[in-house]
């Protein structure tokens, strides 16, 4: 039996993996090398059981050179959203020094031949760090699920380094124009969408290596069996079936610091009268950031929802049970407007063709280059406002209007909801982590 070594950093990673057809077909015919956050090994252990092996992901011996090389890949992705990353990082209290070298990074990031130069430099500083497991596992294939992940750079590095077969895959849809050059190509790419295929082809990723399979993630969503009918639904939360249902999805303090305001507002706005026909509303936060719910004014007609359960010592060190990702499903399709802040649950949504209002505005004076504003200036979202599927509140009057119209007129926006899912989804055929599976399996056929 052949033997893979997968990487699965975070969360999103291992939800996309454990929770699709990629797990339940490897398994079978494979032996499974999972490595993981030293904070989620006893968890992933307990977990799998003797289904597949754990292992830490080993740590850089030069924390510093890591930080330099992240940086270095980061910035010099040559994007408007990284444009957009130096001007709040400088208006954040960074320096006009470290504003000048990363202004200086993106720009020659414009020209190939200094891509593949700080790719070539990248591979010539050798890392020793994978070599135990290496050695251990002896592995056919290592497949890097999180290609912006410094830990995934340093394992393509040494497996290409000692002739083993790669293969990649970047967790979201975001990545490749907004976190990473690709430091190391892997012997074949896995994009969930042909934009993405796009993006690394523009990051130099030969296309004949690209392989198109949609999002893992998703699978769950072409599955209607897995729903629970709305009165079932609302009975967790203690709300009223026949009332609007408002899902609100809390960006937390890193994304939006002035969410919690917006959103207290906005509930006492419902309080008044305001919003038409006295809907309620499931607050979901963001399960990887902080977020002040105790700051918001308590009422019956609204329910806290955190996600997934934190198995680590960190608040980030956040898993998704198979109930988390079914209750996910749930919480979208009975929902009859989602709120949020430049979220991929707006891409969510629209598979369910569900209205949908984004919050581009804080409640406090904030520059331009600190304002939850700026989000809809990075390529990946501003794909999906073009589609007109989704509107962009620029104000507390554009909250409030937009809530009563969609509330009212559910089908406004639909075709462009149905342009997002078309670009930014891919196929909803349930079949995406199968043909993940079926595209590592040919690699290590060869």
Not at 82 to 109: D, F, N, P, Q, T
Not at 145 to 161: F, P
Not at 179 to 201: G, H, N, W
Request: charged content about 25%; aromatic content about 10%.
């Amino acid at each position: 039996m052949k033997t893979i070594l997968i990487t699965m950093s975070d969360g999103e990673v291992s939800k996309s993996i454990l929770h699709s057809d990629i797990y339940k077909l490897l398994k079978s015919s494979c032996n499974l090398v999972f490595l993981v956050h030293k904070n989620k090994a006893d968890y992933f252990a307990k977990l799998l059981k003797d289904e597949a092996h754990i292992e830490i992901m080993p740590r850089a011996r030069s924390p510093f050179l890591e930080e330099f090389f992240l940086d270095l890949f980061l910035y010099s992705v040559p994007t408007e959203s990284i444009r957009v990353k130096i001007e709040h990082s400088y208006a954040s209290g960074g320096s006009l020094a470290g504003k000048m070298i990363k202004y200086l990074l993106w720009s020659l990031g414009h020209f190939k031949a200094y891509r593949m130069l700080c790719r070539f430099v990248y591979r010539m500083v050798k890392d020793r760090t994978f070599d135990t497991l290496l050695e251990r596992y002896a592995p056919d294939l290592v497949f890097a699920a999180n290609l912006t992940g410094a830990e995934d750079a340093r394992l393509l590095k040494t497996a290409h380094e000692k002739g083993i077969p790669t293969i990649g895959m970047p967790k979201g849809w975001d990545n490749l124009t907004l976190k990473t050059l690709i430091p190391v190509f892997p012997d074949r790419l896995l994009v969930q969408t042909p934009l993405l295929k796009s993006d690394a082809e523009n990051l130099d990723y030969p296309r004949d290596h690209i392989e198109v399979v949609g999002f893992p993630k998703f699978d769950v969503y072409a599955d209607r069996s897995n729903l629970v009918s709305r009165d079932d639904f609302c009975r967790v939360f203690n709300l009223d079936p026949t009332k609007n249902l408002i899902l609100y999805a809390g960006a937390g303090d890193v994304l939006a610091p002035h969410d919690e305001e917006i959103l207290t507002r906005f509930l006492r706005t419902i309080l008044s009268g305001e919003i038409k026909g006295s809907p309620q509303v499931i607050v979901r936060p963001h399960p990887k950031y902080v977020y002040r719910a105790e700051v918001l004014p308590q009422a019956s007609f609204w329910a806290l929802d955190r996600p997934g359960t934190v198995v680590g010592e960190r608040l980030m060190d956040f898993e998704f049970t198979k109930d988390d990702v079914m209750h996910l499903m749930n919480s979208l399709y009975h929902a009859d407007l989602l709120i949020h802040t430049a979220s991929t649950l707006g891409v969510e949504a629209a598979i369910f063709d569900k209205p949908m209002i984004t919050i581009g505005y804080e409640e406090v004076p904030v520059s331009p280059a600190l304002s939850t504003a700026r989000y809809y200036r990075y390529e990946h979202y501003d794909r999906v406002i073009t589609t007109g599927g989704m509107k962009v509140a620029r104000s507390f009057d554009d909250l409030v209007r937009y809530t009563n119209e969609y509330l009212e007129h559910p089908t406004i926006d639909r075709e462009g909801r149905r342009k997002i899912v078309e670009e930014n989804a891919y196929r909803i055929d349930g079949k995406a982590g199968e043909r993940v599976a079926e595209e590592v399996v040919r690699m290590l056929e060869r």
